[in-house]
């Protein structure tokens, strides 16, 4: 247990969030923000990383005892606390998204930059939703598998296919109808 919260060990972490960090940041720019987050920052993995280094930081604090004798390493030392407690916080409870405010307005409509998943089942007069964030990529394995009650029934929400670079198109059919109509003007007249 000594090695496990050693100064050398707090180094060795330090220098890993550094890597995983630079890594992060160069897969979020390459693949962009969804697979950081499902790679790294959402993952189960990076949390648990991330409380190994807190506790670490916790221990050699009360092991040294900065607290009574060095202050400014102890504030020092604190400060990477709350910075930790304000990442748990922003990672349970906050959100990201975008709000338009024009000038002299108010808003509180917000767009999410997260892509969440919402499904509402009604039968008769019961209704049941399922909301689950999602975190596919073009790097994970992209798996969802869900279930929602309602009326002693069982739903199931699974993901057969992924498709990240899919949009819509119109085709023209022969058997089809007309959908769209429209003139070009050049404000000429012939």
Known sequence: MKYIFSMKMAVLMLFLFAVIAGGATFI???????????????????????AYLVAILVYNMTKYKSYKSKLPVFLFHSS???????????????????????????SHVM????????????????????EKELFFSTMTSNSLNQSLSIADKEVEI?????????????????????LLEFKISTGKTR
Do not use: C
Request: aromatic content about 12%; hydrophobic content about 40%; charged content about 20%.
């Open 28 to 50: 979020e720019n390459d693949y962009g923000t969804q697979t950081a987050r499902a790679l790294v920052y959402k993952a189960l993995w990076f949390e648990f990383f991330l």
């Open 111 to 130: 767009v999410s930059d997260v892509k969440i998943l919402q499904v509402h089942a009604t039968k008769g007069e019961q209704n049941a939703t399922l």
């Open 158 to 178: 699974e993901l057969l296919t992924y498709l990240p670079t899919a949009y819509e198109k119109v085709t023209a059919s022969p058997e089809g109808t007309e």
């Open 80 to 106: 990477f606390l709350i910075i930790a407690i304000g990442a748990l916080i922003t990672r349970y409870v906050g959100y990201e998204g975008i709000m338009s405010i024009r000038e002299g307005k108010s």
